[in-house]
């Protein structure tokens, strides 16, 4: 969701290995994309590369990172980070419009194009050629979708994503450009602050989305929520990540079937929790 300090590194489940795989100083001369928040970071096949589009730029300066490509400085700006070769890419500018802050993305496979979507706006990008192609979106909500992750499902053709703030789940058809609440009831929203202290992990094997809270929702209901999107029913599962009181990542390493999810807090540092789920 926020990548300020830019540090790419890589984490092995199965050996609990963590090796850092991109400095964060950069290097001279070439893309060093800093300070970026609410961005969308989706894996593309096609390209071998993690595509970003950000929401919002906190320019720290060249006075505080000297050696920061400040040519990266706009909202409009792709950029490309290659595990191949540990770099940054430079892939041009977005075509407007802007979308601002709050936007999650994915890779639409039967299309072969990379999907974002806000809260207001979904929108196909051929990276290829840059041409946008805006599918339309209509939430009943204000609030924007605030974290960069979500899953296409290439069985049903369509995208699903949740607001944390709100504990909505969504799920967005290409074919019929529209989007549906998953489920009849919400997610109650839990108690904390600031959405860095949630985190989403989906399950695509299994079709099922882990949100993370720290503390019990808003109905005293325990604070993991284990949805499935087929049927749309929600488990409140009681479980705390021990010693950690901050999540803000998670991701589904289906060697092991195993949800990985990052967080810290207080004198805990970063910690990696590993959860496992009795799903069919």
Same mark, same amino acid.
């Given at each position: ?5 830019d540090?790419? +590194?890589?984490y092995?489940?199965?050996s609990?290995?963590? !090796?850092?795989?991109f ?5 001279a001369?070439e ?17 071998g ?5 950000t929401?919002?730029v906190?320019n720290?300066?060249t ?7 400040v040519s990266?400085d +706009?909202?409009?700006k792709?950029?490309g980070?290659d ?8 892939l041009g500018?977005?075509?407007s419009?802007?979308?601002g802050?709050?936007f999650t ?9 990379a999907?974002w &979507?806000? +809260?207001? =706006?979904?929108f196909?990008?051929d990276?290829?050629?840059k041409?946008?192609?805006?599918q ?7 609030h924007s979708?605030?974290?960069g992750?979500?899953?296409?499902d &290439? ?5 699903y994503f949740a ?10 058809s290409? &074919? ?12 109650p929203?839990?108690l904390?602050a ?12 299994y079709?099922h989305?882990l949100?993370?809270? !720290? ?5 005293g ?12 029913? !929600?488990?409140?599962l009681?479980l705390y +990540?021990?010693?950690?009181s901050?999540?803000?990542?998670? &991701?589904?390493?289906?060697?092991s079937?195993?949800?990985v999810? !990052?967080?810290?807090?207080?004198t805990?540092?970063? =910690?990696?929790?590993?959860?496992k789920?009795a799903?069919?």
């Open positions: 969701d926020s990548g300020a300090l540090t790419v +590194a890589r092995n489940p199965p609990g290995g963590y !090796t850092p795989d400095d964060y100083a950069g290097v001369g893309p060093c994309p800093r300070g970026f928040d609410f961005m969308a970071a989706p894996w593309i096949p096609d390209l590369k993690f595509v970003h589009v929401g919002n906190h720290f300066g006075n505080v990172y000297p050696w920061k490509d990266f +706009a909202r409009a792709i950029g980070y595990p191949a070769t540990h770099k940054w890419n430079d500018f977005r075509p419009p802007n979308v802050e709050g993305g994915a890779w639409n496979s039967r299309l072969k194009k999907v &979507a806000t +809260a207001n =706006a979904v196909l990008m990276l290829s050629t041409v946008v192609t805006f339309g979106i209509s939430l009943p909500t204000s979708v605030e974290f992750r979500d899953w296409y &290439a069985d049903s053709d369509e995208l607001q944390i703030h709100t504990g909505r789940v969504w799920a967005y290409f &074919a019929k450009k529209t989007v549906r609440k998953v489920g009849s009831d919400l997610v929203a839990a904390g600031g959405g860095e202290n949630r985190a989403m992990v989906f399950f695509p094997k079709k989305l949100i993370v809270y !720290t503390e019990a929702d808003t109905l209901q325990p604070p993991w929520k284990l949805v499935n999107l087929t049927t749309g029913n !929600t488990q409140h009681r +990540a021990p010693g950690c901050y999540h803000n990542a998670g &991701a589904f390493h289906s060697a079937d195993t949800a999810i !990052t967080g810290g807090g207080g805990n540092g970063a =910690a990696f929790h590993h959860y789920a799903l069919a």
